[in-house]
């Protein structure tokens, strides 16, 4: 069964192609355009993994409170946080802000390569 992985970004564009890298991969991907329907999605699906935007346009809330509000919710996965503005203090220490990993957005080629490191870290195996 392929790992399951939730996009949450504003940016339809970024959505798209941050999903299709995934997709080559074979994971199974969702995305959502902002904080209010990725909550809803994750209250009826689960997923190993979940891919988050900083800034998130017409959204109540950032992508840190996002992770805050799903550890609250019991989801143990790991969490990464996009963006081209994350925090020095949240790369310096992303565990802090119940992120598990950072990502500056314009490198997103590289998401492919994070979401294996955080799902072998979950005890996931390197194939999706």
């Known amino acids: 069964m392929s790992k399951r992985i939730l996009v949450v970004d504003d940016?339809?564009?970024?959505?798209g192609y941050c999903g299709l890298l995934l997709k080559r991969q074979g994971y199974e991907v969702v995305d959502a355009k902002d904080v209010e329907n990725a909550?809803?999605?994750v209250s009826r699906e689960s997923f190993d993994l979940i891919v988050t935007d900083y800034h998130i346009d017409n959204s109540l809330y950032d992508g840190i409170e996002?992770?805050?509000?799903l550890r609250k919710r019991n989801y143990h996965g790991p969490i990464i946080l996009t963006s081209s503005?994350?925090?020095e203090s949240v790369r310096k220490d992303p565990t802090i802000f119940n992120i598990t990993d950072t990502l500056w957005k314009l490198d997103i080629e590289e998401i492919v390569?994070?979401?294996k490191k955080c799902l072998e870290a979950e005890g996931s195996s390197q194939e999706p």
């Not at 940016?11 to 959505?15: H, K, S």
């Not at 996002?66 to 509000?69: G, H, L, R, S």
């Open 66 to 69: 996002f992770a805050t509000i």
């Open 113 to 115: 390569d994070k979401a």
């Open 11 to 15: 940016d339809e564009a970024i959505r």
């Open 85 to 87: 503005e994350v925090p």
């Open 39 to 41: 909550l809803e999605v």
